[in-house]
């Protein structure tokens, strides 16, 4: 039970790259999430999906793009990378119907935008 | 409002107890937690508080609710080296949304 897998874990693009950050989980868990953690800042939820096929902006969502075309999957996409979205980003699940609302992390994938 | 506010650094000596502190602003919230990250890692579940409740404990860690003032504590007995890690406190929005502070790096010192 591998539970959040991110893919890549290391990224370094130059600016106006584009790329795709990967969450995988098998836990069967309707609800995703990706977040960025930045210094002093903590997390930030940048896109969150509630089920298949849907998708949601969180606080900061400029300059990205989310898509979950399978239950299991949700990608987090980079159209033309800027500096300032250097950062650590981490996606994060959870089941339906339970009372806690437990999120379960990925590992992480740090991204740096030369 | 969603801000959840904690200060950034302790430093604790092994074997003392720490004291994390969280102010949050929804009033509404339902659930408050405390998330653990350890260096290099995700962040996960350490522990939780339903806002009915005024305390819990859980081994070494107790856990204060204070509704009034909106403040929510972390107490780790007997602090490890292995506790050295980043807190995070979070309120539960709504049935999607987690709010998280900032995270608060423990160090812990021999």
């Known amino acids: 039970n591998a539970g959040v897998t991110q893919t890549p874990k290391f990224r370094v693009l130059k600016t106006g790259q584009s790329m795709t950050l990967l969450c995988a989980q098998d836990m069967n868990h309707e609800y995703m999430y990706w977040y960025r953690q930045d210094p002093g800042m903590g997390l930030r939820l940048i896109h969150y999906?509630?089920?298949?096929?849907?998708?949601a902006k969180g606080e900061v969502p400029d300059g990205y793009n989310v898509s979950r075309l399978k239950k299991q999957n949700f990608l987090l996409g980079l159209e033309s990378a800027a500096p300032s979205q250097t950062s650590v980003y981490f996606c994060?699940?959870?089941?339906?119907?339970?009372?806690?609302?437990?999120?379960?992390f990925g590992e992480g994938s740090r991204l740096t935008v030369l | 409002g969603e801000d959840v506010e904690q200060s950034l650094f302790l430093s604790v000596r092994e074997g003392d107890s720490s004291v994390i502190n969280c102010t949050y602003t929804?009033?509404?919230?339902?659930?408050l937690y405390w998330y653990k990250q350890e260096p290099g890692a995700g962040l996960q579940l350490l522990t939780y508080i339903f806002s009915n409740m005024d305390m819990k404990q859980d081994q070494r860690l107790t856990v204060l609710l204070n509704k009034k003032d909106k403040h929510l504590s972390l107490r780790i007995a007997d602090t490890q080296t292995g506790d050295s890690a980043i807190y995070f406190c979070?309120?539960?929005?709504?049935?999607?949304?987690?709010?998280f502070g900032a995270g608060t790096t423990v160090t812990v010192r021999a």
């Open positions: 994060a699940s959870r089941r339906t119907g339970t009372n806690t609302g437990e999120l379960f």
């Open positions: 929804d009033s509404s919230s339902t659930y």
């Open positions: 979070a309120e539960r929005i709504n049935d999607y949304k987690l709010s």
């Open positions: 999906s509630v089920g298949e096929g849907t998708t």
